[in-house]
């Protein structure tokens, strides 16, 4: 798996082809995709046909995908990759995870509502869906499976009990949200962790308030980025690099789209490392606002001040 992956979520439907097009030009080959962010048939499109223009070989691109909320049965999760792998015409996806823990009521479009506004939650047991993502993993439908968004309780329910192992957890982790336990636990079960929101995405105000502390602001990590003549986000990712994990970044402009691969030629220093872990805030950016707080599956204790 390529240690920079591009990030999908936020990219709007109008330029969502271009913006993928263009970071595989400038040279990304981790595209990381969802059925959630609601742009996948343009992005699909735009990689099938470039790989294609460029004459580059399925196994030179590495494609990860989500399995969405209302397709956590084992029979609309194994539909969803069908689907993923006819629209990429590919016999196989390098990696899929399941996007959420919980699960929303199947048949009823992306985002089931209530007559209250509220979610209609499905009981399906992410387990069931995790036998999806193991028998696509045995017949070669998918190479690699895993996470996003669990806490250390489910993942490792998946772990112990799963007939499959997880190779991946998609994680929020930045210099305010370390999460060094995850990180820890993960590494002790080569499960790989590919590091999202690591700039804590301070250009939306999804998930965020704007009173919210912002990494890019950080006198500390504006202090590193001077010292290497490198900008705050490539300094955010090469300290993921430096964790030895994957970093997912975005970003809308082409400028920097290609200014936050060039990281390949600086290192953190140790010291360095030390004072962005120590700016740890135990602050998560990622807290649903969707109404989900009372799913059996909820990964995170619920908190009234991020609602």
Known sequence: MPVIGYGTWQIPKSTAAEQVREALEFGYRHIDMAHGFNNTTEIFESIRDWMKVRKFQRDEIFLSAKIWNTHHSKAKATEQIDEMLQMLDTPYMDLIVIHWPYG?????????????????????????????????HQTGKVRSIGVANFNLSQLDRIYTKGTVKPSVLQAEINPYFTQKDVINYCKARNIMI??????????????????????????????????????????????????????????????????????FKFKLTPEQIERIDSLNKNFRILWPILGNYNHPHFPWPYKADRS
């Open 194 to 263: 590919t590091a999202m929101m690591i700039t804590g995405n301070p250009g939306s105000t999804f998930y965020r308030k704007y009173e919210d502390p912002n990494l890019l602001f950080d006198e500390t990590l504006i202090s590193i980025a001077k010292n290497h003549g490198k900008t705050v986000t490539q300094v955010l990712i090469r300290w993921i690099l430096d964790l030895g994990l994957v970093a997912l970044i975005k970003s809308n402009e082409n400028k920097r789209i290609r200014q936050n691969f060039n990281v």
């Open 104 to 136: 929303w009521a199947e048949d009823d479009g992306m985002f089931p509502r209530g007559n209250d506004g509220k979610p209609i939650f499905s009981n399906i047991d992410y387990m069931e869906t995790w036998e999806a993502l193991e028998e696509a």
